[in-house]
């Protein structure tokens, strides 16, 4: 091992080692001290540790655990969900090497610090140079992922404080451009045509952008509809666009009758229909042996269980 790898291992293990108190907690999250004991007793949604006196010290691994939270809260997920969603989420990224993923996060948050300084002056110069910098580091699903989208949900979180919804409005501009302006210039040149529509009133256009990127692949031709498509036009717009998959993506929980409302809409496609996104991962049990596949959240899988949903139609 070099020296500056051995350094950046001690730097991470030195942020990692460090611990809040819960007043700290309280203040950095804005969550009260009886809601964060509710979550640990009643939930098992986080684990502090404790000093010998008995009072508890949270990491900052507790307190990203904690923003989680948070944004399953503000989707609609009732919070004795929240835990079973979590620990999908952490066991689809158990394939990183746990000090590798340590040391990257360090990294990110890092990015993260700069781009804040960058959105607090509203310097759209710096964030585009910031914005090039770390797509030059990392590939396209940890750049979205893992800096950019947890610290757009961060500010998403912080608007009742003043200002933070100027910021978060000057970064979801920023981003949907770029997103959008990655989206044209990825566009496939195969023979597969997959067509991505959101759920109406189910997910930020952002949101939309960044799950048509991650789908995208050299060999499929992908159109993303506009924010507010009509469900029951959708039939319409694939017997036009003649896709081999559609796929309706929302990050919230799956409102009451959708499963049928879902049904009925596969029955008038001639090509297959499948759910992308959170609503994937919480209605999979609703949609378990049906015609409608559930590709999930895990986007470093998503392009390939695309691969596979096509190839499974094709060969049929």
């Not at 409005?169 to 566009?187: G, I, S, T």
């Not at 031709?221 to 029951?232: F, I, K």
């Not at 499963?259 to 999979?284: S, Y």
């Amino acid at each position: 091992m070099t020296e500056l790898a051995a350094l950046t291992l001690a730097s991470a293990a030195l942020k990692q080692a460090e611990l809040f108190p819960i007043r700290e907690v309280s203040r950095l999250t804005g969550v009260n001290p009886v809601t964060l004991r509710a979550w640990e007793r009643r939930y098992g949604l986080i684990q502090p540790t404790r000093t010998e006196s008995g009072h508890r010290l949270y990491s900052q691994a507790n307190i990203e655990a904690i923003q989680s939270i948070l944004t399953w809260l503000e989707r609609g997920v009732a919070v004795s969900k929240v835990g079973k969603i979590l620990q999908r989420n952490e066991l689809a990224q158990t394939s990183v090497a746990p000090v590798c993923h340590d040391v990257a996060s360090g990294e990110w948050g890092e990015w993260q610090q700069q781009l804040r300084r960058a959105l607090s002056s509203f310097d759209e110069a710096r964030l585009e140079q910031l914005y090039g910098q770390i797509f030059s580091s990392y590939p396209l699903v940890v750049v979205f992922q893992d800096v950019l989208m947890p610290l757009w949900q961060q500010l998403m979180q912080r608007q009742d404080e003043f200002g933070r919804t100027s910021e978060w409005l000057f970064f979801d501009n920023f981003l949907r451009a770029r997103a959008l302006q990655r989206l044209q210039l990825a566009r496939g040149v195969g023979d597969m045509r997959v067509v991505l529509a959101a759920l109406p009133g189910q997910c930020h256009e952002l949101e939309l952008l960044v799950c048509g990127l991650l789908l995208g692949g050299t060999d499929i031709v992908l159109s993303v509809l506009a924010q507010g498509q009509p469900l029951a036009e959708l039939t319409l717009v694939c017997e036009k666009l003649q896709p081999q998959l559609l796929v309706l993506f929302s990050n919230r929980p799956p409102a009451s009758g959708l499963v049928r409302q879902l049904g009925r809409l596969a029955l008038t496609l001639d090509c297959p229909l499948a759910l992308a996104g959170e609503v994937a991962e919480l209605a999979a049990e609703q949609l378990s042996g049906s015609a409608i596949a559930c590709l999930g959240n895990a986007t470093n899988g998503l392009q390939r269980r695309i691969q596979q949903l096509l190839r499974g139609h094709l060969d049929t």
